[in-house]
């Protein structure tokens, strides 16, 4: 029996390092920090998924796309938000763009991507506080987080996009996880982990052992990366709010009002797939002296 436990002892470890050896032969460099990240897709298979995905969620929307041929009612104020959301969408892909040939006149390992996404933007009426962008540079905002982004008094009007510098912060933030392919990171990091397990469960023999390779997995890998994801994405996000003069004083109030959401309830940080709403905010202070002399230099003087 101890012969046997010590087999599958081996042959663990052997699968194990087989993993790992795996996990760091498909490293790339992030490009706009200097983290590595874990790739085993291409940027064309994710951008394929981006779009996919994009084109099924708008047909299941459908009249719920605002002032699009499927929406009946395409009245003012949603005509006000598409325009508003696709003005500060192509600000922010010019300034992705410029950004990404400086880091490459500076000789960063970076392969630019903005230029060659599709782009598209579009407003979905819900009162989801949410905002996306997938692989190939398909954005979606909901009408809910407009409110959160303009007035914050529970209803949602035009008003709410008159000041449209913090909508610019939350743009510019999921723009950056599809610059970075952190969804490609994701689902690379998903597939591996997934290998992991049937390999310690197929040398265990023990369901129970597959299982608990997976909740480690989840807890001591995934979630710390989706956090770290999150937090690259708000720093290449105010990164691109500046150079297209959108005010980055914005920032840490609106990570403010998203902590008040859902009366303030949050799980603790670390059984979470961002960092606490707190966290953010106090880490946009943090940068925000370097991001004011930024826009500065780039757009003048801040009022």
Known sequence: MFDGLKGRGLLILIG?????????SNQASVGYTDRK??????????????????????????????????????????????????RIGNDLRIAAISYEE?????????????RGF???????????????CLPGGYVAVYTGILDVTGNFDGTVTADDVSDPAMLAVVMGHEIAHALARHGGERMS?????????????????????????GLAAQTGVLLPFSRQHESEADRIG??????????????????ERMGELGGGQAPPEFMSTHPASARRAENFRKWMPAAIAAYEQN????K
């Open 16 to 24: 194990l390092i087989g993993l790992a050896v795996y996990w760091f």
């Open 37 to 86: 990240q874990v790739l085993t897709t291409s940027i064309e298979q994710e951008n394929k998924l981006g779009e996919q995905a994009y084109v099924q969620l708008l047909a299941e929307a459908g009249g719920d796309v605002a002032c699009s041929r499927a929406d009946n009612a395409c009245t003012t104020a949603n005509r006000v938000f598409v325009d508003t959301v696709r």
């Open 102 to 114: 400086e880091l490459l006149q500076q000789g960063y390992d970076i392969e630019p991507k903005a």
């Open 118 to 132: 599709e782009w598209q933007f579009n407003v979905i009426k819900s009162s989801q506080p949410n905002a996306f």
């Open 189 to 213: 990091q998903g597939r591996i982990m997934q290998i992991g397990q049937l390999v310690v469960g197929a040398a265990s023999g023990d369901g129970r052992v597959m299982r608990a390779f």
């Open 238 to 255: 105010l990164e691109l709010l500046v150079r297209a003069c959108y005010d980055p004083r914005q920032a840490p109030e609106l990570w």
């Open 299 to 302: 757009c003048g003087p801040l």
